[in-house]
């Protein structure tokens, strides 16, 4: 403000006091003393200034849409300060701008108001969302949940709860209570069902767990029978089966002692097989000199010849005993392919001459029948001391020689 300005608006007399004209009179506002008119009045009119700042701060608020009560409030107390202000200018046209802003006011509360209401609307619809999540978390059956999908849900539902009730508007205090009363009642549920759910599994664990701890101990107990072991190893690796889940960790300790164990019966199963492989190459080079001796017998014609060439070569067959299990089916598929053969052959003489065939039959049935006798003997004799070896020999003999006599019959 100007001095030609300033003193339109306030004048200094000579004893320093200042007035500031208001309509058609004149007001004291103060008195500068030791000081030049000029120097007076430009204090004042810093003061003007000040007062112009704040009219001016509180209309840009207004513009900004700020709260419609702080700006009431605001503005009766400016306009208070401005009527009785110490200060050089045109106050008038303060308080003009101050009723303008009060006249707005009332406006800026209907259209604050309703924005309220829609904040809050949709605060109310939010918390509501929040807690049918909570509910439909809730009433879940708690034998299918999946107790870390719906922990971590519900988790985040409560985050999501704090930050509404942080960042969003306040709700009436009744809803609030309602709605956090129903959301609290969710989550109790859920934990109640959680901790109820996994004091059975817990329960059932640790039964399952006492069950295979059980197994382990049957099955360490059969390490030191070797191989003879495995099929008491394999009943129990049946019950362990059925025994259940004892809890992940548990249940992988426990599975790697038990699986220790069969490894163990199964090594040794593996060396006795390995012996027996060695042993029975011998035993496998003389059956398959035997099967290049009986595989021409299958375009003989003469079935006595070939019958008796037959009966020889199964003798020495039983005599040499076992071949390695992987050969077995092979050498005894060629064996029972001659077998056969010479069955039709002497099929096809029967057909002929009955009487020769009976009569023959009844000799090889009574030799069958012999040499029957003579290894079930032979099968008790083992039993009896012990030689497993020459009792399995022996039963796989009996075992042909009751075909052969069934075939006979």
Known sequence: MTTTDSASWGRVDPEGNVYVREGEGERHVGQYPDATPEEALAYYERKFADLEGQVKLLEQRSRAGASASDIAKAVRKLDETVRTASAVGDLASLQTRLQALGAGVSELTEKQSAEAKAQLEQAVAEREALVAEAEALAAGDPATTQWKQTTAKLDELFTRWQAQQHD????????????????????????????????????????????KSELVDRAEA????????????????????????????????????????????????????????????????????????????????????????????????????????????????????????????????????????????????????????????????????????????????????????????
Do not use: C
């Open 168 to 211: 969003g508007p306040r709700l009436p205090k009744s809803t609030a209570d309602a709605l956090w009363k129903r959301f609290r009642a969710a989550r109790s549920t859920v934990d109640h069902h959680r901790r109820a759910f996994f004091a059975e599994l817990d329960s059932q664990h640790r039964e399952v767990r006492g069950r």
């Open 222 to 409: 059969l390490v030191g029978k070797g191989a003879q072991g495995i099929p008491a190893y394999r009943d129990l690796l049946d019950e362990w089966k059925g025994a259940g889940r004892a809890g992940k960790k548990q249940d992988d300790a426990l599975w790697a002692r038990f699986k220790a164990a069969g490894d163990a019966l199964f090594a040794a199963k593996a060396e006795v097989d390995a012996a027996e492989n060695v042993e029975f190459s011998a035993n496998l080079e003389q059956k398959l000199a035997l099967l290049d001796e009986a595989e021409p017998l299958l375009t003989v014609t003469d079935p006595a010849a070939a019958r008796e060439r037959l009966t020889s070569i199964q003798r020495r067959w039983d005599e040499i005993g076992k071949v390695p299990k992987d050969q077995m089916r092979v050498v005894n598929d060629r064996l029972r392919k001659v077998e056969n053969a010479v069955k039709g052959l002497e099929d096809e003489h029967w057909r002929r001459s009955n009487p020769e065939k009976k009569a023959r039959s009844q000799g090889l049935a009574s030799q069958l029948e012999q040499a029957i006798e003579k290894l079930e003997a032979d099968i008790a004799a083992a039993k009896e001391s012990g030689d497993r070896r020459k009792q399995a020999e022996a039963e796989e003999a009996l075992a042909a020689r009751k075909i052969w006599l069934d075939a006979l019959g």
